[in-house]
DNA sequence: CGGGGTTCTTAATAATTCTTTATAATTGCG
DNA sequence: CGCAATTATAAAGAATTATTAAGAACCCCG
């Protein structure tokens, strides 16, 4: 489900086109037509942004950001007629976030939009409460970058330590190499053999049987997702 | 001391006039001419924010925020001659946060990049300096200056302290040595090295086992956020 | 104004991690 | 069995970080 935008304006024309724009953006909008709507469902609802007109009969744009910064902290966005710098400076200055001048291109006010909602992501992820993962008796914490095994810490470096999540966080499926680089290394260019030295190290360090990382042939490597029966044993015999 | 905000232009007389502007206003200016200089100088230094000329000759603005973005997560806004809404679309789409058309009133852009900084303060603020902190069994208090582990007194420098407190206030979070230096060093000029030693101090005292200090390799420095159990034991042996 | 001690910084050295390169081992197939 | 493709291991090099040690700056106290 979308993030939830407020639009409040007091043309009716003006929020039903937009409603229908930022509809197709994949966001989920509720509209005001006035100042004293807005006021009251922002007490009821909460909202990821809020578009606010400046000039509305009642009470206007900037009274309402006044009243509800301090309360509400998600971005605010001021569309207004009028595009003398002072309104811009002032309106920013009440604590809004963004002031976009009418008439406006709709695709800017979505890029606008989208862009302040990628902020906050990206400052204020919500982490969903980073699970531990556990197969078998290998124990990952990804809060505390800890790994253990049968209750025994174990020291991994980092990149060790995200391959390993990768690999725990897609048990079951064989992973390519060239997926498991790109994933975790994130770049393109490189030596895939890189890989294969971060699988052996892991194996080394946890998996000295190869109980847990198996080796396809030809097609990358697959983290078991139950451990402890069908023990395979090793390919290779050394 | 105001933020640090990278203003990127290769005008050299409006580089002059903003940079005062923006002074003025309380930040700390550094300046680039041309897109080479500003990656150069970002891969060195920690900044609030960053300001983007788009039209520069060598690497434009567009292809130094495509490059940066992903490392660097302090909001971005561009500076462009161009009002057409497809490139105000297009620049927004690559990750920045603003967009402002020259010819610019100065004060607006004042008041845009202050409502930027405004607005990363009341997403991620600092916890409030003067409470006390207590991560697991590690007990900061600002007040007295003192800091306890498991109940016993800890004695530290000042620096020290500092830099305990700074990284507990910012737990979770993976911090650059830049960043850190800047933030409890509070100069620019300096060695980075004096982090790492800070760090190791710190550690031998109250942190022998690396249970707090993590090292995130090629990034920084993270503070656990819960800790405790799960002791994990440090990634060097000697 | 000093002395004595602590703290901070710089510089040099050691240890670790990551990547690349090279070599050995295994598998699949004829 | 032998060849080619694939994977594993080993070792070296570069980059990053940790540690050590020594000099400079600072502060407290007389």
Request: glycine share 8%; aromatic share 8%.
């Amino acid at each position: 489900m979308g993030k939830r935008i407020l639009f409040v304006d007091d043309d009716a024309s003006i929020l039903l086109l937009v409603s229908d724009v930022l509809s197709d953006a994949g966001l989920t909008v509720r509209t005001a037509g006035s100042g004293e709507e807005a006021l009251e469902i922002i007490q009821q609802e909460f909202f990821d942004l809020i578009v606010l007109d400046i000039m509305m009969k009642g009470i206007s744009g900037l009274e309402v950001c006044a009243r509800i910064r301090g309360q509400v902290e998600c971005p605010i966005l001021f569309l207004s007629a009028k595009d003398d710098a002072r309104d811009i400076i002032r309106g920013l200055g009440l604590g809004a976030d963004d002031y976009l001048t009418k008439p406006f291109v709709l695709e800017e006010l979505v890029a606008r939009i989208q862009a302040h909602l990628r902020r906050q992501e990206r400052i204020a992820p919500q982490r969903p409460p980073q699970s531990i993962l556990q197969i078998g008796e290998i124990c990952l914490n990804p809060e505390e970058m800890t790994v253990s095994k049968a209750g025994n810490p174990v020291s991994l470096s980092t990149k060790e330590f995200e391959l390993l999540a990768y690999l725990m966080r897609n048990a079951g499926q064989t992973l390519s190499r060239e997926r498991i680089f790109r994933d975790v290394w994130k770049t393109d260019f490189g030596d895939l053999g890189t890989v294969a030295i971060n699988i052996k190290n892991l194996r080394v360090k946890l998996d000295p049987d190869w109980s847990y990382i198996k080796t396809v042939w030809g097609s990358g490597y697959r983290f078991v997702t139950r451990s402890g029966y069908a023990e395979e044993g090793k390919h290779y015999e050394h």
